[in-house]
C-alpha cells in the first residue's frame, strides 16, 4: 500500500489534512515529495488542468496498488478497466454504460434503492444503538450493487464477503497480518472473477436489465473486460458510498444540521453536494506524466508519478467562498469530489441519489440519531471513518 505524506500520516493528519493542503496551496502548490518520489498538487486550477490534459498524463497505472482503481490485471491477468484506460481507448470501454448511469436512467433505478434501504434498515429493527458504518453504510452500497448487477438474492451474503476481503484494511499491522490479508484479498478477487466469468457466459443472448446482461451482451469488449466491468462496479462505487454516507452523518452531527434537514429547513442533496466537497471520500487521484510538462512553475517530466489533492482542490479560496465551513447553501458547488474529465465518476448520479434515500429514510425513521464522535478513527486510504456508533430513537 502507497504510503501517505509524512505530513498527514498520523491519525490526526488523516482525519484532519486540510491545515496542511492550505499551507501547500499558499506555499508550495506543486512540490516533489523526495520520500514518496512524487509531486503533489493541491490547487483547483492545476488539479483540472492535469485531469483533463490526456495527451500529457495518463490513467495508466505503472505502480501498483493504488486501493482506489481495479488493479485486478496484476492478480488475475485481466485486460484493464475504464478506469486505468486513456482516450480513445477509454471510450471503447464505457461507452456501452454510459447511458445506464445518466439520470434518467438512475431515476428508474430509485424504487429498488428505495426497497434495499428499507431492507438494510429493517435488519436494525429493535436496536438502541448500532454501528452506522458497519451495520448501514457498508451493507446498503454493496446491495445496490448486487440488485443493479443482478446478483440472486441468495448469492448476496457471498457478495458482501468478497467486497469485505477486498476493502480488509490492516489492524496492528504486523507481517503475518498484511501477509494474511493480501491472501484473502487474491483469494476474493480469484473467486469473483470466475463467479463474474460463468454469469457472463450464461446471460449472453439474454434480455435481462441487469448490467451483467448489458455487458455480456456488447460487441465492444471481450470476455475478461466484461468481468473486469463488473468488478471494477464493486471496486469503484462501494467503499466511495460508504464513506459519503459516514462522512455526511459525521458532518451534520458536528456541525449540528440534522435537525435542520429533517424539517426540510436545508435541501438533502444541498447537504450531500456539501459533504462531497468538504469531507470528499476520495481525497486523492494519481496520474504519471506522459510528456514533459511545465505546471505553476515547475517541470514535471514524462514518467513522473503525480498525486493530485482532490481534497485541497474542494478547498481552494480561489473557486470557494469560505472554503473551511461548512455551507450546504453555497451555489454553486463546483466541487470535484467525482473527479474531472473523462474519468468523471460513472456512478456520480447513482451515489447522490442513494446518499438521498438513506438520508431521507434514516430521518424518517430515527427521531435522534446522536452519532458518537469522541473517539473518531480514520480509515486509510480514502476519506471516511472505521466506526460510528450511534443512539437510535425510533420515530414510528
Ligand atoms: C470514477 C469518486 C461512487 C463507479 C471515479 C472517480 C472519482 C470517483 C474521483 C475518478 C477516478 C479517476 O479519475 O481516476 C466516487 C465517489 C463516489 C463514487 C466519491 C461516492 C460518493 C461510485 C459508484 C459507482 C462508481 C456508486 C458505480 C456503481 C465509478 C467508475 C469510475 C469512477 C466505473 C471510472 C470512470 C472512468 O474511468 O471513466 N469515481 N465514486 N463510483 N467511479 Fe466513482
Not at 31 to 58: N, S
Not at 99 to 113: A, D, L, M, N
Not at 369 to 384: R, T, V
Amino acid at each position: 500500500m502507497e504510503q501517505p505524506p509524512e505530513a498527514i500520516r498520523s491519525q490526526e493528519g488523516q482525519l484532519s489534512p486540510f491545515d496542511w493542503y492550505a499551507e501547500m496551496r499558499a506555499e508550495d502548490p506543486v512540490r516533489f515529495d523526495e520520500q514518496r518520489e512524487m509531486w503533489d498538487i493541491f490547487r483547483y486550477e492545476d488539479v483540472d488542468r492535469v485531469l483533463k490534459d490526456h495527451d500529457a498524463f495518463t490513467a495508466r497505472r505503472t505502480r501498483e496498488d493504488n486501493e482506489f482503481s481495479s488493479d485486478a490485471e496484476d492478480d488475475t491477468g485481466m485486460l484493464q478497466t475504464m478506469i486505468t484506460a486513456d482516450p480513445p481507448e477509454h471510450n471503447r470501454l464505457r461507452g456501452f454504460v454510459d447511458e445506464r448511469f445518466q439520470p434518467g436512467s438512475i431515476r428508474e433505478y430509485q424504487p429498488r434503492v428505495e426497497a434495499v434501504t428499507e431492507d438494510v434498515l429493517d435488519a436494525l429493527a429493535g436496536e438502541e444503538q448500532f454501528d452506522f458504518v458497519d451495520e448501514f453504510a457498508i451493507p446498503f452500497p454493496v446491495t445496490v450493487i448486487a440488485e443493479l448487477l443482478g446478483i440472486p438474492a441468495e448469492r448476496r451474503d457471498q457478495f458482501k464477503a468478497w467486497s469485505d476481503a477486498l476493502i480488509a484494511r490492516p489492524k496492528n499491522g504486523t507481517q503475518t497480518e498484511i501477509q494474511r490479508i493480501q491472501q484473502e484479498r487474491q483469494q476474493a478477487r480469484q473467486e469473483m472473477s470466475d463467479y463474474f466469468t460463468k454469469l457472463v457466459a450464461e446471460r449472453r443472448g439474454g434480455d435481462g436489465d441487469d448490467f451483467i446482461t448489458l455487458a455480456a451482451n456488447t460487441e465492444e469488449l471481450s470476455r475478461e473486460e466484461k468481468v473486469g466491468f463488473c468488478i471494477l462496479l464493486l471496486l469503484a462505487g462501494n467503499i466511495t458510498t460508504t464513506n459519503l454516507l459516514t462522512n455526511a452523518i459525521w458532518s451534520l452531527e458536528e456541525q449540528g444540521l440534522t435537525d435542520a434537514v429533517r424539517t426540510g429547513a436545508i435541501g438533502r442533496k444541498q447537504v450531500i453536494e456539501e459533504v462531497l466537497r468538504y469531507r470528499s471520500p476520495v481525497q486523492s487521484l494519481n496520474r504519471i506524466a506522459i510528456a514533459d510538462v511545465e505546471l505553476n512553475g515547475k517541470q514535471i517530466q514524462a514518467g513522473d508519478a503525480v498525486t493530485l489533492w482532490l481534497g485541497a482542490a474542494n478547498r481552494d479560496s480561489e473557486v470557494f467562498d469560505t472554503p473551511e465551513e461548512f455551507r450546504p447553501e453555497r451555489r454553486p458547488n463546483r466541487h470535484m469530489a467525482f473527479g474531472m474529465g473523462v474519468h468523471f465518476c460513472l456512478g456520480a448520479h447513482l451515489a447522490r441519489m442513494e446518499a438521498d434515500v438513506a438520508m431521507q429514510q434514516l430521518l424518517e425513521r430515527f427521531d435522534r440519531l446522536d452519532a458518537d464522535l469522541s473517539n473518531l478513527d480514520p480509515l486509510y486510504s480514502l476519506y471516511g471513518l472505521k466506526s460510528l456508533p450511534c443512539e437510535v430513537n425510533r420515530t414510528a
